[in-house]
């Protein structure tokens, strides 16, 4: 499992979030845990969003949307099979955790 690869969630909240994408760096690959950002379904009614907290992206063929205020730490024996990697589209991830952690509304 490497930096930005998408896996399937096997848990319980899999009908919102069938994804994870790992954003932990390969650098602790070693520990047995990965930080990962859920990736989830909208409807079209909720997508009422910050296009850089929450970046769309395709995973096999369903818009999922990444929810990087929901960031945490999963054991990695609890990741599903990788399914993508959205290595491509790593400065999107950054940006939004950048968003999240850095800046502040006046």
């Known amino acids: 499992m490497n930096q930005f690869d ?14 994870f994408v790992i954003v932990q760096s390969n650098y602790f690959s070693k520990l047995n845990r990965r930080v990962v950002i859920p990736l989830v379904v909208l409807k079209p009614s909720a997508r009422e969003f ?5 970046p769309s992206f395709t995973v ?19 990741l599903g099979e990788t399914v993508d990697s959205l290595l491509g589209s790593r400065d999107r991830i950054d940006d ?3 968003w999240l952690t850095h800046y502040a509304s006046p």
């Open 6 to 19: 998408v896996c399937r969630n096997v848990g319980p909240g899999r009908s919102k979030a069938p994804y």
């Open 50 to 54: 910050d296009a850089v907290l929450m």
């Open 60 to 78: 096999e063929n369903r818009e999922v949307f990444l929810m990087t205020a929901d960031i945490f730490s999963i054991p990695a024996s609890k």
């Open 96 to 98: 939004s955790l950048t």
